[in-house]
């Protein structure tokens, strides 16, 4: 239920050739290139190292070269995901939020409280009609709006602090 619009990228190379106004995600589009050209070697690596014949390979150069160009390819982007795309990227809290409001998941909290079939409910009817769970709840529930957000909260049931 997530997945878009969570995070705003630096506008490395803005534009599009059919859409205007697009932000290309340049380095992580390189990161994808990166991970293909390392899968490679690794296959190149893999071949050659079934090569060896009586402690003897011919292909060891081979390895070498590739392992080495892995590495590369792997420090340099790994600096550009750093620096360029992890350190300037935005997030759009506001759209989390709203998007986590609305996950059906979190009807699982109020499981214990008003039994499965009933959060059931709740779950099918917030996400048909895409409303949050804690608004669904409320008019399907006798449980006030306070319990309902200390059930429901996201922090609280993500962390090991959570009380039987």
Do not use: C, W
Not at 93 to 107: G, K
Not at 128 to 142: C, F, I, K, S, Y
Not at 146 to 153: N, R
């Amino acid at each position: 239920m997530s997945g878009l619009a969570e995070i705003e990228l630096e506008a490395l190379q803005p534009g599009s050739s059919i859409m205007p106004g697009k932000v290309n995600p340049v380095i992580p589009e390189a990161a994808t290139m990166v991970a293909a050209q390392v899968i490679g070697h690794d296959a190149s690596i893999t071949l050659a190292g079934q090569s060896g014949n009586f402690e003897l390979n011919v292909m060891l150069p081979l390895v070498a070269s590739n392992l080495l160009q892995s590495i590369e390819l792997l420090t340099n982007i790994a600096y550009a995901l750093a620096d360029k795309a992890i350190a300037t990227f935005k997030v759009n809290e506001a759209n989390i939020v709203a998007s986590l409001s609305r996950n059906p998941i979190l009807v699982t909290a109020l499981n214990p409280v008003i039994g499965y079939l009933k959060a059931a409910e709740i779950a099918k009817r917030a996400y048909q009609e895409q409303r949050p769970v804690l608004e669904v709840a409320l008019e399907m529930t006798d449980l006030s709006e306070s319990e309902l957000m200390s059930l429901l909260d996201p922090i609280k049931l993500t962390s090991n602090r959570l009380s039987p």
